[in-house]
């Protein structure tokens, strides 16, 4: 079984030209993975819901993100996206066991679901 790229338009908004890195505002959290993948993890309003064609009746941005993953090339096309509840509202960040949750998903997408994709 192949994975397709989804079909939905959404640049990364971390520019890692920059030092230290430009973030948006409604960023919770981002990394890269080897040079080649970035991730981030967004809190999902209405506007967001609807570019990626997420069904949802109520948003709490506090509580409710997505998570991306994007290739690190210049189009920085997006590769995955998935619905997460992180524990946010934290002043300092978000909480570890969110962050090691979403690393886990990201390296189990690009070790073992990246390599069937279709391009």
């Given at each position: ?34 040079k ?66 979403w ?17």
């Amino acid at each position: 079984m192949t994975y397709e790229i989804p079909k939905v338009q959404m640049e990364s908004v971390v520019d890692y030209n920059q030092e230290p890195p430009l973030v948006y505002p409604d960023l919770v959290w981002y990394g890269m993975v080897d040079k080649s993948y970035v991730v981030e993890v967004h809190r999902l309003d209405q506007v967001l819901a609807e570019k990626l064609q997420i069904q949802q009746e109520k948003y709490d941005p506090d509580y409710q993100g997505v998570l991306c993953i994007f290739e690190q090339t210049d189009d920085k096309q997006l590769l995955y996206f998935e619905k997460v509840i992180p524990a946010y509202g934290a002043p300092f960040g978000p909480d570890v066991d969110d962050v090691t949750a979403w690393q886990e998903k990201v390296l189990d997408f690009i070790d073992n679901t990246l390599p069937t994709v279709s391009r």
